[in-house]
């Protein structure tokens, strides 16, 4: 049988002295230094450049809701005066709808005449004016 010597040093030393041989001395660990050092610098120049990017994402959205909150408030102020407009309408429309009733009943009366129904008529157009 083959039997291999026993090794001279603990496992991890040997394992520790091949990676600085792979990484080449004293270059491989300047390499690893200068990289632990850059670490800071590499997630300040990432931490940059996300933010020019969602800066420039998020400019052209914050125009474009300056520009929907104008008109936002626009379409508001609009209702506002259409809402206006609509009550007055409604209230000419019960008006009307009064008056109509009052002369339809006039019409309708069975003693009616043309004097009484003019009469009426003529009572409606006074108290519109008097409005």
Do not use: C, Y
């Amino acid at each position: 049988m083959i039997t291999s010597p026993a090794p001279a040093a603990p496992h991890w030393v040997q394992l520790a002295l091949s990676v600085l041989g792979i990484l080449g001395g004293g270059t491989g660990l300047a390499a690893i230094a200068t990289v632990v050092v850059q670490r800071g610098k590499f997630r300040a120049d990432a931490a940059d450049t996300l933010t020019e990017a969602a800066l420039t994402l998020v400019q052209p959205l914050q125009t474009r809701i300056t520009q929907l909150e104008g008109e936002a408030l626009s379409a508001r102020s609009e209702l506002g005066v259409l809402r206006e407009q609509v009550n007055q309408l409604q209230f000419v429309v019960r008006v009307l709808t009064r008056t109509l009733d009052r002369w339809r009943a006039a019409i309708r009366a069975p003693d009616a005449t043309l004097r009484k129904i003019r009469a009426t008529v003529a009572e409606t157009d006074r108290a519109t004016e008097e409005r």
